[in-house]
Structures are given as structure tokens and as C-alpha cells.
Antibody, heavy 120, light 110 residues
């Protein structure tokens, strides 16, 4: 079955960096776009970033553009999120998500999430 | 900036029917936004309910249905059950690999 397992969360000081990883299994990873979605504890969901199946394109939410970088390694079935210049408002659970396209556009598989806390 | 609007909260009686909506701060929601709906209970990852406006995800009971009502996307729960008490989020696809979430609706079944 499809599995998405995030890792790399933790406590980090403002202005520092952190890298999240997501290990995918149970499907042909190189055929799917992958996203990161985050959720501030007790608040709503926010789409963060997407990478095309072949890494040819990437896109980011305005709130993280220029600070976060999404990447993937199709040989290892992993997707990563490099987060730089972290701010307290980046504190959230970060979900690794598979997206489905053509002819529909939606999120069809979710990981369990990893918590990032930005605090001094 | 695109803002997606949802009712912050709703309550329904067991066995009742409720319709949650998903709108745009400016403009109308149409099927070309491929509206999708997600259910989330506390401490859990979201679960996909509806995609492409009306299509139920695998394993989703048929008491959940999606539609376009006027200028909004809608999620209707018919015959609400206690375990439908959750947060519900809609998502719109803006194109070029960009999505936007609504603020979510907290549904209480009582």
C-alpha cells in the first residue's frame, strides 16, 4: 500500500535551517507530483510547495518563497524540503502529500506529518 | 491573493443533512478549479473525501457528496453520524501546480 513517511522535524532557533525528508513506497514514485502541506497546531492547512514528477518544475506558496526549496530523488523515492531562515510562524506539522493530476487535481495520499517548532 | 472561504463552524443533529460551502473572496468557484474536500480528526492526517467537484474517493461512504451550488463548491453530508464530527477543508487548484486551502469548517454532531 502507499506509504509516505516524513522525518527531520524538531526544534530549531529562528533564522536557522532544517531539512525535512519524506520516504515514499508502494507506488511508482517517479509518476507523481509531490507536495508539502503544513498545519500550525490548532489551525488550518496551508499548501507550501510542489515538485513535478520529473523535477522539471517547482512552485511555492508566497509565505515560503525564497526561503524553502523542494527537491526529489526518484532513484531513492524521496522528496525533501529545505527550510532556511526559519521564523516562529513556520512552526507547524508538515505533511508530505502525493498529488494527482490529469484529469483531476487533488491530494490523494498523505503522510502522518512531522512537527517543526521554531523557537529560541 | 486568492482567499478561499468556508464557514468556521457548523452543527448538525445525528441523522440530519448539512451542506458546507467553499467560496472565493472574489469570483465564483467552478469545476475548473477542481474543488476537493478533506476530512480531518484531531491528531490525524487529512483524509481525501471528494475530488473534481463530485467524485468520491475510494472507500468514502455515499452519504458524502460534492457539487457546485450557485457560485460555490459544496459538500453535503446526508444522514450525519457521530463519527462525522471533524474538520472539513476544501482545496481549489489554481493552475501551474498551485493549490489553496480554505480555512476549514469544524462540524459538530449533536
Amino acid at each position: 500500500q502507499v506509504q509516505l513517511v516524513e522525518s527531520g522535524g524538531g526544534v530549531v532557533q529562528p533564522g536557522r535551517s532544517l531539512k525535512l525528508s519524506c520516504a515514499a513506497s508502494g507506488f511508482t514514485f517517479s509518476s507523481y507530483g509531490m507536495d508539502w502541506v503544513r498545519q500550525v497546531p490548532g489551525k488550518g492547512l496551508e499548501w507550501v510547495a510542489v515538485i513535478w514528477n520529473d523535477a522539471s518544475k517547482k512552485n511555492y506558496a508566497d509565505s515560503v518563497k525564497g526561503r524553502f526549496t523542494i527537491s526529489r530523488d526518484n532513484s531513492k523515492n524521496t522528496v525533501s524540503l529545505q527550510m532556511n531562515s526559519l521564523r516562529p510562524e513556520d512552526t507547524a506539522v508538515y505533511y508530505c502529500v502525493r498529488d494527482f493530476r490529469h484529469p483531476a487535481y487533488f491530494f490523494d495520499q498523505w503522510g502522518q506529518g512531522t512537527l517543526v517548532t521554531v523557537s529560541s | 491573493q486568492t482567499v478561499v472561504t468556508q464557514e468556521p463552524s457548523f452543527s448538525v443533529s445525528p441523522g440530519g443533512t448539512i451542506t458546507l460551502t467553499c467560496g472565493l473572496s472574489s469570483g465564483s468557484v467552478s469545476s475548473s478549479y477542481y474543488p476537493s474536500w478533506y476530512q480531518q480528526t484531531p491528531g490525524q492526517a487529512p483524509r481525501t473525501l471528494i475530488y473534481s467537484t463530485t467524485t468520491r474517493s475510494s472507500g468514502v461512504p455515499d452519504r458524502f457528496s460534492g457539487s457546485i451550488l450557485g457560485d460555490k463548491a459544496a459538500l453535503t453530508i446526508t444522514g450525519a453520524q457521530a463519527d462525522d464530527e471533524s474538520d472539513y477543508y476544501c482545496v481549489l487548484y489554481l493552475g501551474s501546480g498551485s493549490w489553496v486551502f480554505g480555512g476549514g469548517t469544524r462540524l459538530t454532531v449533536l
